[in-house]
């Protein structure tokens, strides 16, 4: 998509503009965006990259319809903005993934970028700018950003 192309290009304009500046500790890579707003929730492209989601996870439509007691034909006729319990928690977890993997590719743009590999912040203010999703993992927000290695 153009706006991640053009995101990844200002993103290493700022790190290449700024890389030996010595008052630079960390990255903060969150900003202003908002990938877990509810325009997600109506955007046809995150609709389908749900539905994927959905039939990966459960394999095929009579299984999540068995699971969440629903009647859909086929998985183009799952909603991203059902009030069915089952369909809100698949959405919320959907959402985390996004936000994770988001994460994980600034992050990974920040530091092949940074020829001082400083650390990259990832996501400071989470709880507090979405306390609907705060069933969130710390961990593989952290891992997503850098900031935690197992082992």
């Not at 908002?34 to 989601?53: D, G, I, N, Q, T």
Request: aromatic content about 14%; charged content about 25%.
């Amino acid at each position: 998509m153009k706006w991640v192309k053009e995101q990844e290009k200002l993103l290493k304009a700022f790190i290449n503009k700024y890389k030996d500046s010595k008052s630079i500790v960390h990255w903060d890579i969150w900003g202003e965006c908002h990938p877990l707003s509810e325009f997600y929730a109506v955007s046809p492209l995150v609709a389908e990259a749900f539905r994927k989601h959905l039939k990966s996870r459960y394999g095929n439509i009579e299984k999540l319809n068995k699971v969440w007691n629903s009647k859909h034909k086929d998985f183009s006729e799952v909603s991203t903005t059902s009030n069915n319990v089952w369909n809100k928690a698949e959405w919320k977890n959907f959402r985390h993934v996004l936000l994770v993997n988001y994460i994980a590719y600034l992050t990974n743009i920040v530091k092949d970028a940074d020829p001082l590999k400083r650390p990259v912040s990832p996501v400071p203010d989470m709880y507090q700018m979405y306390p609907d999703i705060s069933a969130l993992d710390p961990y593989l927000l952290a891992k997503a950003g850098g900031i935690y290695k197992e082992g």
